[in-house]
């Protein structure tokens, strides 16, 4: 997921983390940045892992399963809307998210995910933004990605429903879909992934700008997230950063906050040379995925030990894109990585 104004920039470093969805800029193209060029080829697995940072602990309750986590707690991105909003003078707009927004809040893990009847608008806008990422798709997806959107066979007159890839998920990364009403506090959204759960928006962004949202929505959610979840491995790298943010004290979750913003939303791998996207931000915006492949960026091995940068929201694409070589490696690295808060935890 991705914030907006400065307000809501300053709540969150904000993990559902967001959809940047810069997708009507493009990238100014730079010749002589091509893929291949330093982009590293493995990632970094460290032997002996870095004593972790122990800020001033406060009492918890650990969540047990997923019924401990409250989806109600939103930080953001309700109907409430900022005035830059593209549909904030839309009453009519607002109150349809508000409705949707009313449903996430009702519904307990394990019933079924309410089908939406999608309007004319907004199967438009879905339509629109397929159209114009599958362009890119091809050659700047990587070959995980592409595979699962054969297999959800996403289709531009039919906006998907979230129980239809959810169970697409239960059989085959064993992931689920809880739906969410906007933005959750981080700990409760990456706490979520712990138990193979992942908090989605159902509202579709505002049909007056189709390539663009401020904030996560059902296209970010659908096109950047779910195809990723199919894959098992990277699912399990999914899992290890909620597993680690389970026993993560309130520092050590801005930190997990970042890892996940520099995989989960932002991380490429490596592919025959080539860097690839898997990260939902860069999957859902047209324009991300052309600065990915040819803007002014740096490639670095991902280091989920090291200091993460700090994260930046709709000011501009990244400036610097955490590669993997593989989602095997990936998952061998975050399983090493969330290890050491799950020993603190049962040792101390
Ligand atoms: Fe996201």
Redesign the pocket.
Known sequence: ?VTSTGAKRARGGAA????TSHTTRRAARRPGLGLAAGGPRRVVVRRAAPPLENDQEVARQIPKSIHDIDNGKILGFDANLSEDHPGFHDEDYKQRRSWIASLARDIVPGDPIPRLEYRPEEQETWAKALGELEKLFPTHACKEFLDAVDRLDFRPDVVPQLQDVHEVLQETSGFAIRPVAGLLHPRDFLNGLAFKTFHSTQYMRHFSQPMYTPE?DLI??II??IPMLTNKYYADMVQQIGLASLYATDKEIWHLTKVYWYT??FGVVMEEEEVKAFG??ILSSYGELDHMKTGDRELAPLDPWAKQPKMSYKDGFQKKYFVLSSFEEGSELLRRYSKQYIDREHQG
């Open positions: 997921m559902q983390m967001r959809a996560p970010h959610e950047g997230h989960v939303e939902a931000g």
